[in-house]
């Protein structure tokens, strides 16, 4: 099978990158050092190129009330230009399609960005719910391979990051200081073209996701490889989004998870009367697992996802996600356990022929630099 391509292929390749089949993309994992990566955004600026992920631009009179129940958050919550709101998007029985973000930006224009592996899933699954509703809305996928509307994604993150975009994107500087946290601006700029600057990333650091023209990825990455920001790649950010306790789907969530159980409660908009796509289905499960974090307290093992959890009363959850923390220099997860565990519980994880203990915690492990659970 030939792998899919980003923009910015030859430009790792040329780094030196260490690339990996991921999703049927062939991306980098790392450029030399992961751990080196992990630090440089915890502690300065870091970039990823994501353009595997995908823009999709809905267009036209009804897309919002089309979205209203298409989603499990509720796009009412969008008023102001640029507002961004992070969703689920369920099936009939309640499960998770996909998680993606939604960005307003006028009442004829929405856009969303979904996951590189379920892009097409998520395609056939939004172009099927036009169909049904009637919405007549134009759907428009903007990723590599679509043409002169094709557009590039990097995320430049880390404490430093919001000032190396501006010392590349100047005409960036002035609309995109004043951003809150999930925010976004378009700027039009003379040497990139149409740059999408949004307050938002998978890290739990500051910093932006640039989407823009495909044709000027090369030129953009390496003016910001210039100015210091240091190329990270998919085993950094696993560490990173995994301290931060952010969700990764495949992994912590997929078409046979209650989001509920995944710990995306505050994803999806229970109280308002409207009615959106697997609602009835999910009041019914409601929810049935907790998604908390766990850190290892004894040697002998590494945390990885599908290891049994066991409470002291014998109830048995399972780890999603697993890694050792560069952070910490401890051996974390997240997991689904069940809803009699406590934060500040001692379970124990099964590791091949071993029970060793761990405590659970409360979710992230670390944001902005700073280690929040012991």
């Excluded at 989407?211 to 920001?229: H, I, M, R, T």
């Excluded at 996802?305 to 066991?310: D, G, I, N, R, T």
């Amino acid at each position: 099978m030939t792998l899919k391509a980003t923009p910015l292929n030859s430009a790792h390749r040329a780094a030196g990158a260490k690339m990996v089949d991921f999703g049927g993309w062939d991306m980098p994992v790392n450029y030399g050092s992961q751990i080196e990566e992990h630090h440089a955004v915890r502690t300065d600026v870091g970039m990823f190129d994501v353009s595997h992920m995908c823009v999709v631009d809905l267009e036209g009179a009804n897309v919002r009330p089309f979205l209203r129940g298409l989603l499990a958050n509720n796009v009412d919550k969008l008023q102001v230009p640029g507002k961004a709101l992070y969703s689920c998007m369920l099936n009939e029985h309640g499960f998770v399609i996909d998680d993606l973000i939604v960005y307003f930006f006028s009442e004829n224009w929405f856009r969303l960005v979904v996951n590189a592996g379920t892009a097409e899933k998520d395609l056939a699954w939004i172009g099927a719910r036009n169909s049904a509703t009637g919405s007549g809305v134009a759907i428009t996928e903007r990723r590599d391979g679509g043409g002169a509307d094709a557009m590039a994604l990097i995320a430049v993150q880390g404490p430093n990051a919001r000032a190396k975009v501006w010392q590349v994107l100047p005409s960036a500087q002035a609309p995109s200081e004043p951003l809150k946290p999930f925010n976004a601006v378009i700027v039009k700029d003379t040497a990139f073209g149409e740059v999408m600057v949004a307050r938002t990333g998978y890290t739990g650091e500051d910093g932006f996701e640039l989407a823009f023209p495909a044709s000027q990825a090369e030129a953009l990455w390496d003016a910001l490889v210039a100015a210091g920001v240091k190329p990270a790649g998919l085993g950094a950010r696993d560490t990173l989004r995994l301290e931060a306790g952010m969700n990764l789907y495949g992994q912590d969530m997929d078409e046979t998870v209650n989001p509920l159980d995944a710990g995306l409660a505050w994803t999806i908009d229970l109280v308002s009367e409207r009615d959106f796509v697997g609602k009835a289905a999910l009041v019914a499960m409601g929810q049935r697992f907790q998604f908390l974090g766990l850190i290892l307290r004894e040697k002998g093992g590494v945390l990885r996802a599908h290891q049994k959890v066991v409470s002291g009363s014998g109830s048995v959850g399972e780890i999603t996600s697993g890694t050792f923390s560069p952070s910490m220099q401890q051996a974390i997860a997240l997991a689904r356990v069940p809803m009699d565990v406590a934060v500040g519980d001692s379970v124990k994880v099964e590791i091949r022929d071993k029970q060793l203990a761990a405590t659970v915690v409360k979710l992230p492990f670390v944001r902005n630099g700073k280690i929040l659970v012991a």
